[in-house]
């Protein structure tokens, strides 16, 4: 399987190629050009690996919480080349892809949003799989863990 995923949520541009198990990262801090970075960064990613669009069998995005305009590009992107190449699209929640990258069994994921914010979810691993304890959501950063452990 040959997936392709991209962020554009933070202030980084991140990229992956899932191809069949192996997979290749880019990213780069783009603060607030990932429309300028994303579309170079993905040809070099193609060229290198030797994959085309044609060859993926999916795209994946960070669907947030996030960037308001970051959001925008990756969806937008994602869906421009999907919809180029016939190939499905799926929006990964930028909190639960933090909680995968844990080792534990229950996880609070926060990002900042800024201005004495966080955007914030809990999640616990049952089997393989992580359900959600609580919707994401933008809190006060002194406020957050009341309302995710609460």
Partial sequence: MNILALDTSGDYCSLALWLDGEVTLREVLAEQNHSQVLLPLLDGLFAESGVSLSKLDGIAFGAGP?????????CGIAQGLAFAADLPVAG???LEALAEAMPGK???ASLDARMGEIYHAAYEKHG???RQ???PALSMAA??????VG
Avoid at 66 to 74: H, M, N, P, Q, V
Avoid at 143 to 148: K, L, V
């Fill in 66 to 74: 996030g960037s308001f305009t970051g959001l925008r590009i990756a």
């Fill in 128 to 130: 393989d799989n992580w």
């Fill in 106 to 108: 229950q996880v609070i």
């Fill in 143 to 148: 406020t957050a863990r009341n309302r995710c």
């Fill in 92 to 94: 990964i929640c930028t």
């Fill in 133 to 135: 304890v609580s919707e």
